[in-house]
């Protein structure tokens, strides 16, 4: 399908890596809407290594260039950053994009840089999640809220993928509130909305047939809240002690979630997905119950949107985005951060009331079944890209 007004656009998505997370999958998919519109588009990404998984491996993809910068990485370094930033502006100036679209912290600080220093008509990121939080030191918090205010003067929009991120960055100066707009970050929700249990998968994840699963789906970082799951999972089976939890993700943090499973004598009631595609998210998340989702860190979580699709009602803390789509007493429960025996507290509710819980399912699937269509942000994003480029 090509763009309602012919115009066909240059378009550089930048992002410092294409691990398997929720920034990489909203870029795929907004990479992929605009392929579909007919417009033409380019990747910018630095190396993706490690156990985080690699979103490209798709041989599924559309065919779309790719642009691998090696200086782009993750971690502070003045000589890769610097190289990085020449690197990109160069080819900014040589490709001439109508847009350079910029994503997650360290991509978006350089990247909206070098597009402007290149003389882009039109600069834009995406705030997927804070640079910056209240667990840092107060150096580093310092130091993100500069990099991030230098930036915000160097492009054009910011687009957040939930309102909470705008207030923190309104309150934190970053930039004035005129230049925000939230987009929510899409996802493929007609495989959640279609998704249905699959016995077969059960059986293989060596989960009992007529158990209640708790789920989460994160990598195992430390970000992502396990440190309070797992207390939590105690709390759980100490009121519904048939309760099984299926974690899917994988990290380095496997070995330690293991030492503290076994210690907590919560072995038998875990079983470990490790890593999937995105594409198959949708089946493991139709297994559960209740998605226990407890990230101190987040901007807009996937995984909660996506749980809500598939008809599952979720438990999460009351932080960033998550207040926007867990609805308390009708998608699900929010507990104060930090707080593993709210959390259980509101994952036990659920577990006792199976009309409670079917309730919950049903609103949370109406709820986000027309908002968080990866077609719909792309659309806004496209809108957004012909107007600021005056076509």
């Known amino acids: 399908m090509s763009s309602s007004n012919n115009k066909k656009l240059r378009i550089a998505h930048i992002i410092t890596r294409m691990i398997v997370g929720g920034a990489q999958e909203n870029t795929l998919l907004t990479i992929i809407g605009h392929l579909n519109k007919g417009h033409e588009v380019v990747l910018i990404t630095g190396p993706t290594k490690g156990t985080e998984g690699n979103l490209l491996q798709n041989t599924a993809l559309p065919k779309f260039e790719i642009i691998e910068v090696p200086a782009l990485v993750r971690e502070v370094n003045p000589l890769k950053d610097f190289m990085a930033y ?9 490709r001439r994009f109508d847009v350079v679209h910029t994503h997650t912290s360290k991509a978006g600080v350089i990247g909206r840089a070098a597009a402007w220093d290149a003389g882009i008509k039109a600069v834009v990121h995406t705030v997927h999640g804070q640079a910056f939080h209240p667990y840092q030191s107060k150096f580093k918090k310092w130091l993100y809220r500069a990099a991030e205010t230098f930036a915000a003067k160097r492009c054009h929009r910011i ?3 939930a309102q909470a991120m705008i207030e923190q960055c309104v309150e934190s100066g970053i930039a004035p509130r005129e230049k925000y707009q939230v987009v929510y970050s899409g996802m493929d929700i007609a495989n959640f909305l279609n998704a249905r249990p699959e016995p077969e998968l059960r059986s293989v994840l060596n989960i009992p047939p007529d158990v209640k699963v708790v789920g989460a789906i994160a990598r195992l970082f430390e970000q992502k809240g396990y440190e309070f799951f797992i207390p939590a999972a105690r709390k759980i089976l100490d009121v519904h002690p048939e309760t099984h939890f299926l974690i899917v993700g994988d990290g380095p943090m496997r070995a330690e979630l293991d030492s503290k499973i076994l210690e907590m004598n919560m072995k038998e009631h875990f079983h470990f997905a490790g890593l999937i595609p995105p594409s198959e998210v949708c089946r493991y998340t139709a297994l559960m119950d209740v998605l226990l989702h407890l990230s101190l860190h ?10 809500l699709a598939c008809g599952k009602p979720a438990v999460g803390f009351a932080l960033d985005g998550t207040p926007e789509v867990i609805i308390p007493g009708k998608t699900g429960f929010l507990a104060s951060p930090g707080s593993d025996d709210e959390a259980a507290l509101g994952v036990n509710k659920i577990l006792g009331d199976p009309a409670l819980a079917s309730e919950m399912g049903t609103q949370g699937r109406k709820n986000v079944a027309e908002q968080f269509a990866w077609q719909k942000m792309c659309d806004i994003l496209e809108t957004e890209f012909l107007r600021l480029t005056g076509s």
């Open 159 to 161: 687009y957040a993928v």
């Open 298 to 307: 987040e901007g807009l979580p996937r995984c909660v949107v996506q749980a």
């Open 86 to 94: 020449q690197q990109i502006k160069k080819i900014c100036r040589n």
